[in-house]
T-cell receptor
Framework: AQKVTQAQTEISVVEKEDVTLDCVYE???????LFWYKQPPSGELVFLIR??????QNEISGRYSWNFQKSTSSFNFTITASQVVDSAVYFC????????????FGQGTRLTINP | NAGVTQTPKFQVLKTGQSMTLQCAQD?????MSWYRQDPGMGLRLIHY???????DQGEVPNGYNVSRSTTEDFPLRLLSAAPSQTSVYFC???????????????FGSGTRLTVV
């Protein structure tokens, strides 16, 4: 069975600080996909990134970056120069298929950026 | 494009009542799923579908039924509501994803259900 663990339940930082959200996953399959979603206070789920197990390249998108390390089964998410608008719950998820129809989610990390 | 539309946004049911949560997508996505979100537990998969006429159970299917008669619609039926089904329900749709460059993953805005 697959499992995703986000050990950080809540994180609070001051604006402009860098912050890393941890994600550790478990699967015996060699082909899998990892995701990050953002859930702002309004409640919707916003897709941030999908990474497949054969691509360990780090990804950067503006202030967001992701570090995928198969050796430690981790897919960590870093926000550089955090802003108040980054305050949200962030979910890491895993799927054995490319689509979103069978996602296994972590418990989520509530990130609060204080002005 | 409306994306994924869920109705209603809020609902209060009495124990034992039945109801259907509606989900519709206009992106011609093959895959659709229902998840429930409970505090401290992330989202858990209830049922999913890989195409019209094909459905399967997820992690927490008990007390729920689904059908997929068209590509666009994927309703979730609560057969006899129980307080344990109080949750926020999300519908999601996506295309196949594997090997597809412009894959799409979209969640609806959610239905907050309270069973009293």
């Amino acid at each position: 069975a697959q499992k995703v663990t986000q050990a950080q339940t809540e994180i609070s930082v001051v604006e402009k600080e860098d912050v890393t959200l941890d994600c550790v996953y478990e699967t015996r399959d060699t082909t899998y996909y990892l995701f990050w979603y953002k859930q702002p206070p309004s409640g919707e789920l916003v897709f941030l990134i999908r990474r497949n197990s054969f691509d360990e390249q780090n990804e950067i998108s503006g202030r967001y970056s992701w570090n995928f390390q198969k050796s430690t089964s981790s897919f960590n998410f870093t926000i550089t120069a955090s802003q108040v608008v980054d305050s949200a719950v962030y979910f890491c998820a895993l799927s054995l298929t490319g689509g979103a129809q069978k996602l296994v989610f972590g418990q989520g990390t509530r990130l609060t950026i204080n002005p | 494009n409306a994306g994924v539309t869920q109705t209603p946004k809020f609902q209060v049911l009495k124990t034992g009542q039945s109801m259907t949560l509606q989900c519709a997508q206009d992106m011609n996505h093959e895959y659709m799923s229902w998840y429930r979100q409970d505090p401290g537990m992330g989202l858990r998969l209830i049922h999913y579908s890989v195409g019209a006429g094909i459905t399967d159970q997820g992690e927490v299917p008990n007390g729920y039924n689904v059908s997929r008669s068209t590509t666009e619609d994927f309703p979730l039926r609560l057969l006899s509501a129980a307080p344990s089904q109080t949750s926020v329900y999300f519908c999601a749709s996506s295309n196949a994803g594997t090997g597809v460059i412009n894959y799409g993953y979209t969640f609806g805005s959610g239905t907050r259900l309270t069973v009293v």
